[in-house]
């Protein structure tokens, strides 16, 4: 429990979703609420829990959403530029039955 006094302070998830933002992640409430949910279970990792609420440590939180981002594949074409009668310039449709 000492170690925990030179660290930066526990976050909730709503404080967690602010810090993200100000860090440049664009994460709604809303989706960092659901990522969480038990039957989800794909959000930031909890650091211990106050009662019945999850908290969080802001600099694994962080770690986590960077972990969640990917790069861009490449040179972005604006939709006109595309041409609709090239099955190579479309991507594939993903299958209703998966």
């Given at each position: 429990m000492?170690?925990r ?8 998830r ?13 994460v709604?409430?809303?989706?960092l ?20 609420r999850?908290?969080y ?12 981002t ?6 972005s074409?604006?939709?006109a530029?595309?041409?609709v009668?090239d ?12």
């Amino acid at each position: 429990m000492g170690d925990r006094m030179d660290r930066k302070p526990l976050m909730t998830r709503s404080q967690l979703g602010a810090h993200l933002r100000a860090n440049g992640i664009p994460v709604s409430d809303s989706s960092l609420n659901k990522a969480c949910m038990p039957t989800v279970n794909d959000g930031p990792p909890v650091e211990c829990w106050w009662g019945r609420r999850p908290l969080y440590d802001p600099d694994k939180g962080l770690a986590w959403a960077q972990a969640r981002t990917r790069p861009v594949r490449g040179p972005s074409v604006p939709a006109a530029a595309l041409d609709v009668n090239d099955p190579a310039g479309t991507p594939p449709l993903r299958s209703a039955i998966a």
